[in-house]
């Protein structure tokens, strides 16, 4: 299956010194961002926008490996609405949540047209068969197609929550249907819930609470990262 790819929710992070702590974050051998984006719509909370991504983007270089990649956590009623604001600023990968939109094909070609790879989510109670017809297009246009798939793991809106193991089964029949997909978890990620996440087959392994709150993150990214190369 694809490689670990560790991405560290900056929902954990101290917002009033966030370019540094996304440094400090990358220093510590995080792979990618994640961005967490509420709009109080979608979820019962609000969080950040594009122009606060505008102003760390600068500070975090994405190279060709991927490293440094704006992984845009899409908690908002509206995906279509937002997706040219945070090309403009600097995301990579637009994650958007299925069922937000009636239209999650075409909001895909439109995340894609903006030059960003695009991601769909689902939350907790959300079958994943909803997926299927979305994975199994065999049209082979590559606009429509999806980049990852990410199985929350808890209800989204807020950190810190508890993992829910009960999503895991959704990742695994992802994971056996799909070989090559990137699958992403989010929520309640950390050292003692990695182990049946990494068995299910998820790859990208998004950790808020777990990284930010750790005496030495880097340890806990090297530990994260050990457990999905297994
Ligand atoms: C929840 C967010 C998560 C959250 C993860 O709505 O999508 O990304 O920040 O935080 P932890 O790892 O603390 O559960
Ligand atoms: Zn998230």
Known sequence: SPKPIIAPSI???DFGKLASECQRIIGDGADWLHIDIMDGHFVPNITIGAPVVTCIRPAIEKTADGKGTFDCHMMVAKPEEWISDFAKA????????????TKPRECIKLVHDSGMKAGIAIKPGTPVDVLFPILDDSSGDKDYYPDMVLVMTVEPGFGGQKFQEGCMPKVAELRAKYPELDIEVDGGLGPSTIGVAAEAGANVIVAGTAVFGAKDPKEVIAMLRGTVEK
């Open 90 to 101: 600097g995301g990579d990968l637009y994650c958007f949540h299925y069922e937000a939109t």
């Open 11 to 13: 929902l954990a992070s």
